[in-house]
């Protein structure tokens, strides 16, 4: 009986092993049926929801993550954006809490070579009425022709590419709660204006070449070029000017690049004392590595006529001859070295600048105007595309000031 019962006895092992190896494979074809349903449904939702679906966001031609979402379609048409709430906490004055502004980028591609980009900006919560700051405007807004990935031409509202926040300007991109003052009073950012140009890379070499309307020389004053920026609106276009920036990736992380503007700013004011030649040059370098971040940039201005412009000009302006200015930014992820996705990063900001660096003899100088601004805080981003910071910044001429800022970027 035993010996009859042998042969079934030896066989069941083999067949245990075969029935085993028979569901491994179901297993694995089941897995792979899986991940190709998966596929096919995330390509169905990308067609259904068009702008809505996620996409992978990166910089193009030195524009912001969320700017740059176009780039990232075939056809069809993008919706990102930006927004910052600001609270402020300034010595010796009110505190204030601002809608400081609400961003919307949207794009649409028409085809392999041809795009639309715009960025629609509403700034401290309105745009007539209860807030007299409160505004509405188009931030940029461009026609471009890609005939590859590393060319393009483009023309319209442009950001003028100097610096390292005009163009990448969303509260995610940068640490401190405020842009650096030195880029808004000598660059100025967020600084933009009508013109055609085109942006290419080579190897490790980027490259933007622009000409664009000149800035509104009537508006200078002692407080730098600020007021000089036309934004598009039937912008005196008399005068033009040139600007050409470069930027190379030297290694993985460090980024070295120039840029100067060329033009002038007396457009069609004959009132002026002359054609205001305005020249601005700047240096910027940028370094990441684990946790650290460095960003470092000097600039200088020059305004040719300016004692002729404080002459005929009304209202004392003091214009200076030369402005110069210059910052130093270092950051350290505290988080980075962890299992976290969050990053939290402490950072520290040292500016210099002088709005009145070279006078004419009939300028009067303003001990404002040579500031020196040292911030310094700490960042927090609980997810990517949010963050929260919290900073001091203590100026030697214009006052302290804690501020707390919200913001975010898809």
Known sequence: MYLLLLPLLLSCPQDTAEIQQRADDLEQVRQELNAKIDALADELERRDLGELAPSELTRVSGMGRSASKIYSRDQGTSIGGYGEYLYNLPAGANNTFDALRGVLYVGHRFDEHWLVNTEIEIEHGSTSGSTPEGSASLE??????????????????????????????????????????????????????????????????????????????????????????????????????????????????????????????????????????????????????????????????????????????PGDPNLANTLRGAYLQVGYNLLANTSSSMALSPYVRYETLDTQADLPSNAVANPKSDEEILTFGIALKPTDGVVIKLDYASSDQNGDRMALLIGYSF
Not at 180 to 208: C, D, F, N, Y
């Open 140 to 313: 940029f807004g461009y026609v471009e022709y890609l005939p590859n990935d590393a060319f393009a031409v483009r023309g319209g509202l442009l950001l003028v590419p100097m610096g390292l926040v005009n163009e990448n300007h969303e509260p995610t991109a940068y640490l401190p709660v405020s842009r650096p003052k030195v880029e808004q009073v000598i660059m100025p950012s967020t600084w933009r204006e009508m013109g055609l140009g085109a942006w290419g890379r080579t190897g490790s070499l980027e490259w933007h070449t622009y000409v664009v309307n000149g800035l509104a020389g009537e508006n200078f004053d002692e407080s730098g070029l600020r007021g000089g920026r036309q934004k598009g609106s039937k912008a005196d276009a008399e005068d033009l000017a040139f600007v050409q920036r470069l930027d190379w990736s030297l290694s993985p992380g460090l980024v070295l690049g120039t840029s100067f503007y060329v033009g002038n700013s007396a457009g069609s004011n004959e009132d002026l004392g002359g054609s205001l030649g305005t020249q601005i040059f700047e240096v910027h370098g940028t370094w990441e590595e684990g946790p650290w971040s460095l960003q470092a940039l000097a600039t200088q201005a020059e305004v040719d006529g300016a004692q002729e412009f404080n002459q005929s000009s």
